[in-house]
């Protein structure tokens, strides 16, 4: 059979425009399909704006740390709409360079909607096409809270076009989203409540940076109130009233639920297609991103498996190698580096402390200090990095780090750790001096052994609690 495509991708973002632009590049003929705005989520209402906007809550700091340096700067205010429309022009000029991508490419582009009539035709803005081979990229969107009162609470989505910027506001919930836009917000001098429902914030992350992320955020002057949810939220004089279910009452001009995200596959027509999906709503494919249908397959974070825009975009680019090219690309996922963009950043790869101690004993190295730049600016601002060891091998099977340039190291460390290096590959590392980045090469002294199947609480932290040994030429 004879079909308009070789390849049609549907949807625009990172994973989809990948797909489509090196599957083009190989020579096949390709259409894509993206009905909102061009590069996603990440580059339109996620990651790039919203690590613009903690760019901006930053510069307040710096311009009162300045003084521990000799610089006598006043108190400045901060200009909402100035940041919203600067940050509107970069995502634009982005938007351009994913279109051009695709044009220089070959590939045909489609401004429209685009949904399944059978396994191997579409209805892209009303139009029949057809294609050998299909694929879903059509991301994942925030989830609304499911309760009456949802109408009072705006989602991430929203927190990008605000005409103003809110002097109150509540975050609810304890993930990377509602961690990084209550540092923002507090950053931009807003009073900020942070409200979860576990003991901690960032379930799943290492124990101690959970610990040492609601440290540093109460020191920022967020306000946890961790083990809760809201019972009601009313509005009230044109703000909103959060009732918690621990009887706490807040008042607030904005309320940001960020409770979770879910696959992108409304209107789809998944049915017509006999594509299978999970209990969760994500579709389900092989090791090949290939579904329940050969001829069609799905990457990014529509599969719901490891939601990261590096990810998406590393499953489009072996996808494409694997149907037009030489063949698939081999990429490392098993132990991906992410961040978290909080105040002081997240960043970790590799295994939890909990993790390795299901697979058995574990050495554990951890210090916490005062990074050198404080000692002069008085900032309560700690530093914390932590390297799990397998006992019996010694390869290092994880890093975690809390502090100013976490996700910039932890980059550099995630080739190391996927390469398997050892502790005494570390050890036998010359560091650079005087950073905060070679402490993780400096640490000698092991903190304790984890074993299965210990469940690991949170705890406070150890470590020395001075300026880091090895930042100020003192340690070993």
Known sequence: MTYDFDLFVIGGGSAGVRCARIAAGHGAHVGVAEERFWGGTCVNIGCVPKKLMVMAAEYGNAAQDARG???????????????????DIEISRLNAIYRRLLDNAGARIFDARAAFVDAHTLDVGGE????????????????????????????????????????????????????????????????????????????GFDEDLRTGVAEAMETQGIRLHPNTIPASIEAVDGAKRVHLRDGTVIDAD????AIGRAPNLAGLG???????????????????????????YAIGDVTDRLNLTPVATAEGHALADALFGPGPRVWTLDRVATAVFS??????VGLTEHQAALRGHADIYLTRFTPMRHALTGRPRKALMKLVVDQA????????MLGDDAPEIMQGLSIAINCGATKQDFDRTVGIHPTAAEEFVTLRTRTRVCEAPTEIEARPLVGPEEIGAAEMGVGD
């Open 270 to 296: 998944l049915d017509r297609a006999g594509v299978a999906t999970g209990e969760r709503g994500a579709v389900l494919v092989n090791e090949q991103n290939r579904t329940n249908q050969e001829n069609i």
């Open 343 to 348: 105040s002081p950043p997240i960043a970790t």
């Open 69 to 87: 340096f000799g610089w006598h700067c006043a108190d400045g205010t901060h200009d909402w709409r100035t940041l919203i429309a600067n940050k």
């Open 128 to 203: 029949r096409l057809t294609a050998d081979k299909i694929v879903i990229a059509t991301g994942g969107h925030p989830t609304r809270p499911p309760f009456p009162w949802a109408k009072h609470c705006i989602i991430s989505d929203d927190a990008f076009f605000l005409p103003e910027r809110p002097q109150r506001v509540v975050m609810l919930g304890g993930g990377y989203i509602a961690l990084e836009f209550a540092g923002i917000f507090a950053g931009l001098g807003s009073a900020v409540d942070l409200v979860y429902r576990g003991p901690l914030p960032l379930r």
């Open 393 to 400: 091998t010694q390869k290092v099977l994880g890093a975690h």
């Open 254 to 257: 904005l309320v940001f639920a």
